[in-house]
């Protein structure tokens, strides 16, 4: 079956530090994968996503993601984060059909 | 419309009552989901409309929960004789297709639901 796991809860980053938000899944197949967020009483918004071919994706608002298939991880990442940027985060997997899985969210706080 | 529209925003009701969650998907959207999202629970598949095809209600967790579309457009999931575990914020997404690949998730706000 497949899963996702975010082993972090809560990350708590300096403003202009850099940010890695991990992100592991459990799927036998080459599974297509996405990076949502949702910012305090807004909906979810897609960042990025991974579906085939270059292993580094880009997303909006400066993020980025790499596909590891032997790692069987996909971490999100950003050079520099913003304030605007604390919100919950969202790893999900699906295998293509109309079924997503989520991860449990990691909820990111940014200090000024 | 320009987005997904959930209502009501927030619903406070008695342990009992029944409650009603409205979703408005984009327009020409075909496929629906709604999802329940606890606190450090993630986001669980409730159920899955995709134009006139029968629903996926796999994730409906008993029978007090419902959910029927009308007219291929709005939706409403109903629960019955709530209880304090059904206590979350439902979400309400569409996509322009059913095919993961074809078409993006679009969520709404979200109803949050208290019972008391």
């Known amino acids: 079956a497949q899963s996702v796991t975010q082993p972090d809860i809560h990350i708590t980053v300096s403003e202009g530090a850099s940010l890695e938000l991990r992100c592991n899944y459990s799927?036998?197949?080459?599974?297509?994968l996405f990076w949502y967020v949702q910012s305090p009483g807004q909906g979810l918004q897609l960042l990025l996503k991974?579906?085939?071919?270059?292993?580094l994706v880009q997303g909006i608002k400066g993020f980025e993601a790499e596909f590891k298939r032997s790692q069987s991880s996909f971490n999100l990442r950003k050079p520099s984060v913003h304030w605007s940027d604390a919100a919950e985060y969202f790893c999900?997997?699906?295998?293509?059909?109309?079924?997503?899985?989520f991860g449990t969210g990691t909820r990111l706080k940014v200090l000024a | 419309g320009a987005g997904v529209s959930q209502s009501p925003s927030n619903k406070v009701t008695e342990k009992g009552k029944d409650v009603e969650l409205r979703c408005d998907p984009i327009?020409?959207?075909?496929?629906l989901y709604w999802y329940r999202q606890s606190l450090g629970q993630g986001l669980e598949f409730l159920i899955y409309?995709?134009?006139?095809?029968?629903?996926?209600k796999s994730g409906l967790p008993s029978d007090r929960f419902s959910a029927e579309r009308t007219g291929g457009s709005v939706s409403t999931l109903t629960i019955q004789r709530t209880q304090q575990e059904d206590s979350a914020v439902y979400l309400c997404?569409?996509?322009?297709?059913?095919?993961?690949?074809?078409?993006?998730?679009?969520f709404g706000e979200g109803s949050r639901l208290t019972v008391l």
């Open positions: 997404a569409s996509s322009a297709s059913g095919v993961v690949k074809a078409g993006e998730l679009f």
């Open positions: 799927y036998g197949a080459t599974p297509y």
């Open positions: 991974y579906f085939s071919g270059d292993t």
């Open positions: 999900a997997v699906s295998s293509g059909t109309y079924k997503y899985i």
């Open positions: 327009s020409g959207h075909t496929a």
């Open positions: 409309f995709q134009g006139n095809s029968a629903p996926d």
